[in-house]
Structures are given as structure tokens and as C-alpha cells.
């Protein structure tokens, strides 16, 4: 799949900010694994888990990726390779953790923004195997969405977005108005993007992403 961006050339200089440090973890640490007189368990140490993938998406959580220094994002990429195969172990199961499964669909729509190999299908398979079995899941349609907006399937996204946005999930009218953008429908998102702002007036981005709008300087760009 091939990775489209929305440039808003209003935006760079102000948006950029250069990445924290990414963390030192041991992955290993999140799978406890449990003998019991039936032989050993997995589960996952979800504390630690969680940890690590909030550090993950404050790097990755978009493309282009943003890290400190290329040591940082290889580590990354190391992490996001080695917890994306514990959690197929958990959730390559007939009746997988839904809670699991979903992590694994956001893991892994990261692991796609650092070019993991087969990241972007291993998403795919995970999100729609998480809605298959739940379908009115609130995140689980936002990330989807997300991830297929991120991968230039912006169409096929709204369905997921519009969803997740009846669902409560209200951070999805802004996925929703960017998703318009990369369509070339401006008159959709700048509606999006205004009842966003009114429900977070403080979100300087939004005005930013508005002006560029109304001044025609939104470029469309692929890569």
C-alpha cells in the first residue's frame, strides 16, 4: 500500500517540533507466561504494554515518523517487530481477546508507518477481524480508520470514521475532515473542521488547517 499525505504548507514551521528520546524497553517483559498443570499460558503484562506503545505512538503513531536520532527508530522498529509476535501468539486464536486484539491493530498500523514489512496487511487482518466480531467498537473503527486514511484509502476510511464519530468518538469529525481534504472535497472538511473547532476552541492546528483552506495554500502530495 502506498503511503499518501495531506501537506498543509501553512503548517510546517509552526507543527514541527523535534521528538522526544524514545525509551528503553525490554519487550520480553510484557508476556508473563503462566505454567499450570496443563502446561503453560500466555498473557500479556498490559500495564507495560500500554507503556510502550504510548512512547511508540508519540513517534510513530503517523507517517513520516519522527524520532530523535535513527538509533531511536531502529530500536523502535526492534520493539514493534517483537511485540507484534507475542501478540499473534494471543490473538491467532478461535476466540481471541478483543481488548488484545485491538492493541495488536494499532501496534501494527505503527509497525506500517516504520515500514515494517507486512505490517500494513497484519493491520488489516487484526482490525477487521476485531469488527467482524464487534462491529459498533468505537476505537477499533476510528483506528481502522485512521490507518487506512494514513495508507491513502481515504474513501474506504469515512466509513470507519463516521462510524466511530456516531459511536462517541468525537476526535474523529477532525480524521473525518482530513479524510475530505486528501479527496479534494474542501467544502466537506472545512464543515468538519468547524464544528470541530467548536468543540475545542483551544486547538490552534484547526484555525491553521482553516486559513490554508480559505487561502488555497493546502497541497496535495503523494509519496
Known sequence: MRKYLITLTVLLAASFVQAKEYGTYNPKQALRVIETPAGKTYDFDVDYLDKMMRDLS???RSYPTQFDTPKDKQRAIQDVKMLSGMLDVLVDVPNPNLDLLSRAGFLNSIGYNLDIAGSGEK???N???LLSLKPADPL????????LAGAGKSKEALLYLEKAFNLGVKDAEYAIAIS??????????LKKLESYKRSNPNNT???KIIDAIHNGIIEHKKS
Do not use: I, M, P, W
Not at 477499533?140 to 490507518?147: E, I, K, M, T
Not at 475530505?180 to 472538511?189: F, M, N, P, Q
Open 180 to 189: 475530505y481534504l486528501s479527496l479534494g472535497e474542501t467544502d466537506k472538511a
Open 205 to 207: 492546528n484547526v484555525d
Open 58 to 60: 508519540l513517534h510513530a
Open 127 to 129: 482490525f477487521q477481524r
Open 140 to 147: 477499533g473503527n476510528y483506528l481502522y480508520g485512521q490507518f
Open 123 to 125: 493491520t488489516t487482518s
